[in-house]
C-alpha cells in the first residue's frame, strides 16, 4: 500500500541494464517525485498533547460519563432481585439432609423447600436463575469437552463423538449423546415456586421454559439428529446416555417434542459455558400477566427443590435468583459507581490541567503542521 | 508486490556490489591486509593449472580429455528449482530462530495433555510467516531464473567446428575453448583470452561498469607474440596451448602463458583478459578464445551474498526480548503453581475432567499450556515488522529530493537495509578529505618551474568567475532557464559535447535534453556520466601570460629582442619548461577521444606534417646538448608559419594528414571535413583561410593573440574558448588530477593528441603534431606515490623519463645532475625554490604534485629493459618484480618543477560539517594529504575555526610520540581548566571559547595507535572537538575507526569516495559512500551512497533522527501491545483455576495480532514524524536526544510494560466486574474485553504518534473495521467450526446489547487516561524546555555569526583566497 505509486521497473531498468546496456536505453531521470507522500509531507494533524489541548477532552469526558453514570446508578438500583441460597450448608438448612446425601449414583430424588418472603413486588417479567458458585465451568478441559458437531444433529459425530469428549466419549460400549464433561454435568435439579397467599394456600407459579436460551443456539447451533420430525427415541438409538444422567437425552422434555433432545432449552443454557467460576443460569421466565398486578406480588412464597446436584464436594454453592432486567442487563452498581468515578476524576483532572496550563502553557498550540 | 520486487532488487543490488570486491584487492598493496580479513582472501589454487585447447583445433584429443570437467557458460543464479523449492525453502526458513520458536510451539500444541488450542490454529502464525517469505523467495528466484535465461539465451558468435565459421549461439552454448568474436558494445560473454583485435596496434577497450561500476575504459592488450599475428585466426592455425590459474575471483589477476606449437611460452596476465559482463568498446572486432566459462568466471565468482550489519537498536531489542521471554516464564510459572494450588485444595469436582492427575503434574502441564496460549508475549512477528518497516523507511530515504543531485541524477543509494535507524545515533564521523569534503575535480591551479612561480593570477579570478558563474546558473535553472545557452555551435557538435561534459557544468546539462532525440547510443545516462574529469572549469586554464611568454620563446625568440623590456629566459630554463609541459602531456594514462569519434581513437600519426620540425629540433637539439649557449635567432626566424597559424595548421589539417588504418573507415569518416568547417566558419577567429599563407610577419600577432587572450573579460573568453575548442579532445583519466594536468598543458598548447600502445601524439607549441615513441608506462601505485613514462624524446632523441608523483617522494628521489659546478648550485637553488613554493601551494590548500626528468643513457635503458622484459613476462612475483623494476629506474630523476592543482570544497561543506558538530557528532578528517593542506582545508571547511587551538603532533620515534602526547593533554588539561574558570566567570563563553584541534601526521598516527599509547592517544582525541589526521595510509583510516569505535563503544560513521576510504567505510558502523569522482569501490562497500558531502545532514540530522524515533517508537509499542493483550490472558487465569482457559475465540486470539493490529504499528514505524524536518534541519541539537537514545532506553521499556499491564488490568477487570455474577459465558465476556482492547491498542498509538494523516486514520480505521468485520461474520456463519469457543452469535448478540458500549466507553477511557495524562504534562513542560532550548540555540547561533564576522575581518588564515566558494558563505554571515 505504501509502495503503490513507487515505481520498481524504474530500478529494474538500471540493473536489467548491466545486461544489455549497450542497447539504447530512453533515459529517464531518476529524480524522485516531489509529492507529498514520498516527500513525507503529507499534512498531518499533529496531536501534541499538552495540557492545553486535551483539558477540553477531559471535560467533555467528565461532563458525559457522570450522568451516564447516574444513569445507570438509577437503573440498575432499579432492578429488583431476590437471591436465595438452597445448598445447605447449614444443618438449620432445609435443604441440609438433602445436600449430604444426594450423589450422583443416587436414584431416588431428593425433596427440599424454602421459605422466603419478598418484601416488594415484582413488577414485570421476572427471570429465574439458578446460581453455582466455585463451579469453574471455564476450567480449560472442561470447557473443551464436548462435540459441537454432535450436537448440531450430526449423525456420524452422534455415533462417534469427537475425542475431546474422553473420558465422557463412550459408555458400556456406546457413544455418549450428547458426550462430554459439560453435558455429563448438567445441572438437574427441579425448582417449583409458589406463592402462598394470605390464606396459606399454594399457588403455583406458572414458569415459562420455552424462551431462555439464545434464538441462534436453539435454531442453528443445537439440533437434534434425524431431523425434527423423527421419532427421538429411535434418532438416539445405539447411543448411551451420559453417565451422570438419569435420563437419556430424548426424555429430557417427554411432553415437548421442540424442547427434547439436544434442544432442551435447559440443556443448551447449560451447554453455553459460564465466563466465571460463580454464574447463574436462567432456568425459567416469569411472564407478566396483566399490567394491573405486578408479577410476583410482595409476600411469602416456597421454593420447591429437586434435589439432585451435588456441589458440597468441591464447597460450590447453589442459588435461586429472581430478578428483572433493565436495558443494561441485570442489577450491577459496579458501572454506575465506576462511570460516576471516572467522570468525577476526568473532571477534577480537567481542573487540575487548566491550572498547569494557566501556569506553563503559555505557548501559542497550533495543532495542524501547516505544509 | 512491488515492495517484493524492490527488495529484490536491492538485494540484487547488493549482490552486484560485491563483484566489485575484488578490485581493490591488489593494487594497494597496503590495504591489503585488511581486506583480506574483512572478507577473506581471493581464493587463489596455486597448485593446481587449467589447460586450454582450442574447442574444434587440432588437438581434439586433448582438448576433450581436459574439458570435461570445466563448466560450460550456461550459469544458474537460482537457489531452487521446482522440486527442490519446497524442502530447501524450508529448511532455510528454519534457520531463523524466530520460526524455530513457532514450530516449537505449534508443536507443543500437539501433546494432547497441553493442547491449548485447535491444533490448526497454532499453525496459522508459523504457515503465514513461512508462506509469506517462501513467496517473497520464490517471486526473487523466479525473477533470477528469468534474468539467467534472458542472459543465457544472449547471442553470440562463435567459431563453429564443422562450418568453419562463426555462427550466432546462445552463450550457454559457449565452452571453454571456444573461439568467439565480438564488436563493439558487445557484452563479453565469458572470461576470454583476447587474441585477435581489429585495433592494429593489437589493444581493445572494455568497460567495466557492469563490473565494477567504472565507467571510464580500460585497455586490454592482445596476447603477445602470437604466431599467426595479423593473419585471420583460423582453428587450423592455433596450435597453442593454454596454462593459466584455476578459476578465482581476484579480478585483478591473471596469470598463465600459452605454449606454442614450436615450445616458446607467452606469459598471459590481466592485461590480456576480457572479463565476462564487461562490454567491448572503441573496438571493431575482437576476437578470443574463452579460458573460463560460467560459473567458473571471475565475475560470478565474484558474487557473495549480501552485505549483513547488525543494528545497535537490535541488540538493544534482543535484550528486550530476554526481558519478554522472562515475563513469560514468570507468568507461566505463576500459573503453573496456582493451578498445582488450586487442584491441591480441590475433592473431586464434576468440572474436573480427570481427576487422577497429581496437582503437581497437572502444574506441569498447565507450564507449558500457558506458554503456548500465551506465546504472543514473545514478539515474534516484531523481527518481520521491523523488516518491513525498515524497507518503508529506505523507501522515504531513497525517495528524498533533498537527497537528490540533480547534475548526477542520482539518488542516495540504500544499500544496507537493516541500519537505517543507526544513521541516528552517529557519533562520530571519519570523513576522508579529497573527494568526499571536496569536489575531487582538479583544477590547474599555478606551477612553479625551474624555481620561478607562475601564480596564475587570471587562473584563479577566472575560478571564481566559475563559480559565481555556476550559482547563477544553477539559479536560473531553479526557474527552469538555463542562460548560458552558448550560441554558435553546430546542433550536433554541441550535443555531443555536452553529453560528455555535463558533469559539473549546468547549463550543458541542460542542453542535454535537447541530444536526447539523437538516436545516438551515447544518450544513454551510463554513458553521459562517463567522460568525468572534462568538466569545464577543469578544461579551461588560463595560462599565465609570463610563462606563455617564456614559452613564445622557443619558437621565435626574435620577438623579445626587438622588445627589451622581457627578461630573456635562458635556454636552460626554455628546456625545463618544455618538458615540464612535456611531463604533464605525457606522463599520464589519459585516454584521448574526439567528441566528433566520441571514445575512439584519433588516429595515429606517422609523420610530421610540418616543415619547420626538422628546424626546431635541431634548435632543441642545441638547447639540451649545451645547456647554457644562447639562442640564435636566425634559426627561428626561418620558420615560415606564426605560432597561432602553424597550430590552426595542425589543428585543421591533421586529422586528414594522418594515414589511418585501412579498416576504420568508419572512424575516419566521422570527424569529417563538414564538421570542420561548419565549425570554422562559425568561428571569428578561425575563418581566415588566408591567415595560413600569411608567413613569418605574424609573430607579433601571434604573441598579441595570446596575451590579449590572457587579457580577455571572462565572458568573452568563454566564448572564444568555446568555439575555438570546437574540435576539442575529450580526456579520460583515471584520476582527476591527471586530465587537469592535461589540461593544463593543453593551455599552453602543449596538447596530447592522440594515445597508442607505443607512441603519444603530442602537439607542440611551434612545432607542431609530433609522434612520440612510447616505451613504458610505469603505472601509478599508492606505494610508490608516483608514476614515469618513458618515452624516446621526440626532440633530443633521447631516452627520457617522466615522472610525476608526491612531492614527498619525488624530492627524495631526485638528486643533481652531475656535471658542472654551475649547474649544481643553479640546481640547488631551483630545488630550494621548489620546496618553498611546495609548502606555500600545501598552505593555499593546494595538491601539489612534482615533476621530475630523467635522461637515460641507452646503455642504462638496455639494461633496465632486460630486467623489465623479465618482470614483465615472469608468471611468479610479476607485481614484485615490476616494482622493483620500477623503483631502480626512477632514481637520480631532475627535478623539474611543480603543480599546485585545486580541489575546491563542495556546496555546503561548512554548513554541514558546522551543523553536524552542533548536534554533538565529532568530526574526524583522515586525509592522505599533506598537513598544511589539510589544516588548510580544515579552516575552509570551519572544522577549525580561528580562535581554536592547534595541537600538532609531529613526532619521529615512540618516545618522542609519548612524551608529545602527555604534553599535549597536559596542554588540554591547562586549556580546559582556564576555560572552566572562564565558564564561571561570564557564563556564556562555554560555546565561544577554544576549544582544541588535534593535527596528527600518519607517522605518529602509528605509534599512537600501538597498545600502550592508544589509551593516552584516545584520551587526547576525546578531549579535542577536532582531530585531522594526514599523511594516513587506507589502513591507518582504518584503524583509527576501529579504534574509536571499540574503545569508546560510540556509534561511527565513516565516509569517502575512493579505494583507500573501504576499509574505514567497512569497518565503521555506518560506511558512507560518496559516489563521486574515483570509481565505484567506496559506493560498492557503503551502507549508503550519496552523491555529496551535504547530503550527509539531511540523512543523519533528519533522516537518521526519523528512523530512529520511529522504529525505537515502533518497537516499544509492540512490546506495549503484546503485553497488554496477552495480560487479559493471564488475568483471565485466576477466575479458571489457571487452566490455561481463554475467553476468546482462539482464531480471534491468533488474528488480534497477526491481522487486526499488525499494519498500524508499521505505519507508525514509516510514517511518523517526531519533529518536522526543517525543524530538525535548524536546530540539529535535536539529534542529540537520539544519539544518546533517549526514546528507547531500558527505562521506557519498562514504563511501556508497566503501562502496559495497568491497561490489561482495566481492560480485563471492568467487563469482569460489569459482568461477574450475570449468566454471560466465556465469550461473552471476552467480547467487550477484545473489542476494547482494540480501541486501546489503536487509540494508544493516537496518542503517541507524533503526526496523524489520512494514511494512519485509514489504517486504523481498516483495522477496527476488520475486527469487526471479521468477528461479526464469525460469530453469524460458524456454526459448528472451532469447537471449544464456538463463537456463533455471540458478537451479534453482545453487539446488540446497550451493555457492551457502556463498558466498552469506559474500559478505553479509563485504560488512557494515565497515558494521556502523562503525555499532556510531559509535551507541557518538556514544549516548554524545549522552548528554552529554541532560545538557547538561537543565542549560540547569533553568537556564531558575530564570531564568524568578527573571524573574516581579521581574517588570520587566508581561507577563501583559493576557495572561491567560500565568498558568499562569509558573505552571507556577514549580512
Known sequence: MMASSYNAKEEDGHHSGAANHGGAGAVKSKKPDNTAFKQQRLPAWQPILTAGTVLPAFFVIGLIFIPIGIGLYVSSNNIKEFEIDYTGVDISSPCHTCAKNVSWNSTTPCLCSVHFTLKQPFESNVFMYYGLSNFYQNHRRYVKSRDDSQLNGDRSALMSPSKECEPYRTSEGQPIAPCGAIANSLFNDTLELYHIDSNGTRNTIPLVKKGIAWWTDKHVKFRNPGGNNNNLTLAFQGTSKPVNWRKPVYELDPLDDENNGFTNEDFIVWMRTAALPTFRKLYRIIQKKSSSTPTLPSGQYVLDINYNYPVLSFDGRKRMILSTISWMGGKNPFLGIAYITVGSICFFLGVVLLIIHHKYDTRNNSADIPN | ?1375
Open chain 2, 1 to 1375: 508486490m512491488e515492495r517484493l520486487h524492490w527488495v529484490q532488487h536491492r538485494c540484487r543490488h547488493l549482490l552486484d556490489g560485491d563483484s566489485g570486491r575484488g578490485w581493490y584487492s591488489a593494487p594497494n598493496g597496503l590495504p591489503n591486509k585488511n581486506f583480506s580479513e574483512t572478507h577473506g582472501s581471493p581464493q587463489r589454487v596455486n597448485g593446481k593449472r587449467r589447460t586450454v585447447f582450442a574447442r574444434h583445433g587440432p588437438h581434439q584429443q586433448d582438448y576433450e580429455a581436459v574439458s570435461r570437467n570445466y563448466k560450460g557458460n550456461a550459469i544458474r543464479t537460482t537457489k531452487y528449482s521446482l522440486l527442490t523449492f519446497l524442502p530447501m525453502n524450508l529448511f532455510q526458513q528454519f534457520h531463523r530462530a524466530a520460526n524455530l520458536y513457532f514450530l516449537f510451539l505449534a508443536l507443543l500444541n500437539w501433546v494432547p495433555v497441553v493442547e491449548a488450542f485447535q491444533k490448526e490454529i497454532t499453525m496459522i502464525p508459523l504457515v503465514v510467516v513461512l508462506t509469506v517469505i517462501a513467496i517473497k523467495d520464490a517471486l526473487e528466484d523466479y525473477r533470477r531464473y528469468l534474468f539467467d535465461k534472458k542472459v543465457n539465451n544472449n547471442v553470440v558468435r562463435v567459431l563453429c567446428g564443422k562450418q568453419k565459421a562463426y555462427v550466432q549461439r546462445c552463450w550457454k552454448d559457449v565452452q571453454v575453448g571456444d573461439f568467439v568474436r565480438l564488436s563493439s558494445n558487445e557484452i563479453i560473454p565469458a572470461d576470454m583470452l583476447l587474441l585477435y583485435s581489429s585495433d592494429p596496434r593489437g589493444v581493445c577497450y572494455i568497460q567495466t561498469s557492469n563490473l565494477d561500476g567504472e565507467t571510464n575504459l580500460k585497455q586490454r592488450q592482445v596476447v603477445s607474440d602470437l604466431p599467426f599475428q595479423g593473419a585471420e585466426l583460423t582453428l587450423e592455425n592455433f596450435k597453442s596451448r593454454i596454462e593459466c590459474e584455476n578459476p578465482n575471483n581476484d579480478l585483478s589477476r591473471f596469470r598463465g602463458y600459452m605454449e606454442h606449437p614450436n615450445g616458446v611460452r607467452v606469459g598471459l596476465h590481466n592485461s590480456n583478459l576480457l572479463l565476462r559482463s564487461c562490454t567491448v568498446r572503441n573496438t571493431e572486432t575482437v576476437v578470443g578464445i574463452v579460458v573460463y566459462a560460467g560459473h567458473e568466471t571471475k565475475s560470478m565468482m565474484n558474487n557473495s551474498g549480501p552485505r549483513y550489519k547488525r543494528s545497535q537498536l537490535e541488540k538493544r531489542l534482543n535484550t528486550d526480548v530476554l526481558w519478554c521471554v522472562l515475563l513469560l516464564i514468570v507468568m507461566c510459572l505463576t500459573a503453573a503453581v496456582g493451578h498445582g494450588l488450586w487442584m491441591k485444595n480441590l475433592k473431586d469436582p464434576i468440572f474436573q475432567v480427570d481427576g487422577e492427575t497429581s496437582p503437581a503434574l497437572a502444574g506441569f502441564y498447565v507450564f507449558w499450556t500457558m506458554i503456548i496460549v500465551l506465546q504472543v508475549l514473545i514478539p515474534i512477528s516484531l523481527y518481520v515488522s521491523i523488516e518491513i518497516v525498515k524497507l518503508g523507511q529506505i523507501y522515504f530515504i531513497h525517495n528524498d529530493l533533498a537527497l537528490y543531485n540533480e547534475q548526477l541524477d542520482s539518488r542516495i543509494q540504500c544499500r544496507a537495509l537493516n541500519i537505517t535507524e543507526d544513521l541516528g545515533r552517529i557519533q562520530y564521523l571519519f570523513s576522508d578529505k579529497t573527494g568526499t569534503l571536496t569536489e575531487n575535480k582538479m583544477v590547474f591551479r599555478r606551477c612553479s618551474i625551474f624555481g620561478i612561480e607562475y601564480p596564475h593570477e587570471e587562473n584563479a579570478r577566472r575560478l571564481e568567475v566559475y563559480e559565481a558563474e555556476r550559482n547563477e546558473a544553477e539559479r536560473n535553472e531553479a526557474s527552469g532557464r538555463s542562460v548560458t545557452l552558448k550560441s554558435g555551435c553546430s546542433g550536433k557538435s554541441l550535443s555531443c559535447r555536452s553529453l560528455s561534459c555535463n558533469r559539473s557544468s549546468v547549463s550543458l546539462h541542460t542542453l542535454t535534453n535537447e541530444a536526447e532525440e539523437e538516436e545516438d547510443q551515447l544518450t544513454d545516462h551510463i554513458q553521459r556520466r562517463t567522460s568525468a574529469f572534462c568538466s569545464r572549469v577543469a578544461r579551461e586554464v588560463v595560462p599565465d601570460p609570463e610563462l606563455v611568454r617564456k614559452l613564445s620563446w622557443l619558437c621565435s625568440p626574435g620577438l623579445t629582442l626587438s622588445d627589451g623590456s622581457f627578461r630573456t629566459p635562458s635556454s636552460l630554463e626554455l628546456t625545463y619548461i618544455t618538458d615540464f609541459f612535456l611531463a604533464l602531456a605525457m606522463c599520464n594514462s589519459v585516454v584521448v577521444s574526439s567528441p566528433g569519434q566520441p571514445r575512439h581513437m584519433v588516429p595515429e600519426a606517422r609523420g610530421t606534417p610540418l616543415k619547420s620540425l626538422e628546424e626546431i629540433k635541431l634548435l632543441f637539439q642545441r638547447f639540451s646538448f649545451s645547456p647554457f649557449s644562447t639562442l640564435s635567432p636566425p634559426q627561428i626566424r626561418g620558420s615560415p608559419h606564426s605560432f597561432t597559424s602553424r597550430l590552426f595548421a595542425s589543428r585543421k589539417t591533421g586529422s586528414f594528414t594522418f594515414p589511418t588504418p585501412p579498416d576504420s573507415t568508419a572512424d575516419r569518416s566521422e570527424p569529417g571535413p563538414e564538421n570542420h568547417l561548419e565549425a570554422s566558419n562559425l568561428t571569428p577567429e578561425l575563418d581566415l583561410p588566408s591567415r595560413e599563407d600569411e608567413g613569418a610577419g605574424q609573430a607579433e600577432e601571434r604573441v598579441d593573440d595570446i596575451t590579449e587572450y590572457a587579457q580577455l573579460s571572462p565572458e568573452e573568453r568563454d566564448l572564444t574558448r568555446e568555439v575555438d575548442s570546437d574540435d576539442e579532445l575529450l580526456y579520460e583519466a583515471e584520476s582527476p588530477d591527471e586530465a587537469a594536468l592535461v589540461h593544463a598543458a593543453q593551455a599552453y598548447r602543449c596538447t596530447l593528441r592522440g594515445r597508442s600502445a607505443e607512441s603519444l601524439l603530442v602537439d607542440l607549441p611551434g612545432i607542431g603534431s609530433l609522434a612520440v615513441k612510447l616505451l613504458h608506462i610505469l603505472p601509478f601505485d599508492s606505494n610508490r606515490k608516483r608514476m614515469s613514462v618513458v618515452i624516446r624524446h621526440p626532440l633530443s632523441g633521447q631516452v627520457v623519463v617522466y615522472t610525476k608523483g608526491a612531492d614527498s617522494v619525488i624530492m627524495d628521489l631526485t638528486e643533481a645532475p652531475k656535471g658542472a659546478e654551475q649547474a649544481q648550485e643553479i640546481y640547488g637553488h631551483i630545488r630550494e625554490q621548489t620546496q618553498k613554493h611546495l609548502d606555500s601551494y600545501a598552505r593555499d590548500g593546494l595538491r601539489t604534485l612534482c615533476i621530475a626528468k630523467k635522461v637515460l643513457e641507452e646503455e642504462e635503458y638496455e639494461v633496465w629493459l632486460k630486467r623489465q622484459l623479465l618482470a614483465e613476462s615472469s608468471i611468479e612475483n610479476r607485481e614484485e618484480l615490476l616494482l622493483e623494476s620500477a623503483q631502480r629506474l626512477e632514481t637520480g630523476l631532475t627535478l623539474l618543477g611543480t603543480t599546485g592543482i585545486l580541489d575546491r570544497l563542495q556546496e555546503e561543506v561548512p554548513e554541514t560539517i558546522e551543523a553536524l558538530q552542533r548536534a554533538g557528532i565529532k568530526v574526524w578528517v583522515l586525509t592522505g594529504d599533506k598537513k598544511e593542506t589539510a589544516i588548510n582545508i580544515a579552516y575552509a571547511c570551519k572544522l577549525l575555526r580561528a580562535n581554536d587551538q592547534l595541537l600538532t603532533a609531529s613526532c619521529g620515534s615512540k618516545e618522542a610520540c609519548v612524551a608529545l602526547l602527555h604534553e599535549l593533554r597536559l596542554e588540554v588539561q591547562r586549556g580546559e581548566d582556564s576555560h572552566t574558570e572562564a565558564g564561571n566567570h561570564g557564563k556564556s563563553s562555554s560555546d565561544s571559547g577554544a576549544s582544541f584541534v588535534l593535527v596528527i601526521d600518519g607517522r605518529t598516527l602509528d605509534w599512537a595507535l600501538q597498545e600502550e599509547l592508544k589509551n593516552d592517544f584516545l584520551e587526547l582525541s576525546c578531549r579535542c572537538r577536532a582531530v585531522i589526521c594526514c599523511r594516513s595510509t587506507p589502513l591507518q583510516k582504518s584503524r583509527v575507526v576501529r579504534l574509536i569505535r571499540d574503545q569508546l563503544g560510540v556509534m561511527t560513521l565513516a565516509v569517502g569516495d575512493g579505494a583507500n576510504d573501504v576499509s574505514m567505510i567497512q569497518v565503521a558502523d555506518v560506511g558512507v559512500g560518496i559516489s563521486g569522482q574515483e570509481g565505484m569501490q567506496a559506493v560498492m562497500s557503503s551502507d549508503f551512497a550519496v552523491s555529496r558531502f551535504k547530503h550527509l545532514s539531511k540523512l543523519l540530522l533528519v533522516h537518521g533522527r526519523w528512523c530512529y524515533s520511529r522504529l525505537a517508537n515502533m518497537i516499544l509499542y509492540f512490546f506495549y501491545k503484546n503485553v497488554m493483550y496477552v495480560n487479559l490472558l493471564f488475568w483471565y487465569q485466576f477466575f479458571c483455576g489457571f487452566s490455561g482457559s481463554v475467553m476468546t475465540n482462539s482464531w480471534v486470539l491468533i488474528f488480534f495480532n497477526l491481522l487486526f493490529t499488525s499494519v498500524p504499528p508499521l505505519i507508525y514505524g514509516v510514517l511518523d514524524r517526531d519533529t518536522p524536518a526543517d525543524t530538525l534541519m535548524e536546530l540539529p541539537e535535536l539529534y542529540r536526544d537520539t544519539q544518546t537514545s533517549k526514546v528507547y532506553v531500558p527505562f521506557m521499556f519498562w514504563i511501556t510494560v508497566l503501562d502496559a499491564f495497568y491497561q490489561s488490568l482495566v481492560c480485563f477487570f471492568v467487563p469482569y466486574f460489569a459482568y461477574a455474577g450475570s449468566d454471560a459465558g466465556d465469550l461473552s465476556l471476552g467480547s467487550p474485553i477484545n473489542a476494547s482492547a482494540l480501541f486501546i491498542i489503536l487509540l494508544h498509538q493516537v496518542i503517541e504518534s507524533h503526526t496523524v494523516t489520512w494514511i494512519h486514520a485509514l489504517v486504523l480505521g481498516f483495522s477496527a473495521g476488520l475486527y469487526f468485520g471479521f468477528v461479526l461474520l464469525f460469530s453469524l456463519i460458524c456454526v459448528t467450526c472451532s469447537p471449544p469457543t464456538n463463537p456463533l452469535g455471540v458478537e451479534t448478540l453482545q453487539m446488540s446489547q446497550p451493555l457492551f458500549y457502556i463498558v466498552c466507553a469506559l474500559t478505553t477511557v479509563m485504560a488512557l487516561l494515565p497515558r494521556l495524562l502523562f503525555r499532556a504534562l510531559h509535551n507541557t513542560l518538556h514544549s516548554t524546555a524545549a522552548q528554552t532550548d529554541n532560545a538557547d540555540s538561537e543565542k549560540y547561533r547569533r553568537k556564531m555569526q558575530r564570531w564568524n564576522l568578527k573571524h573574516s575581518r581579521d581574517s588570520r588564515v587566508p581561507v577563501c583566497v583559493d576557495n572561491p566558494g567560500l565568498e558568499p558563505n562569509t558573505a552571507s554571515v556577514m549580512s
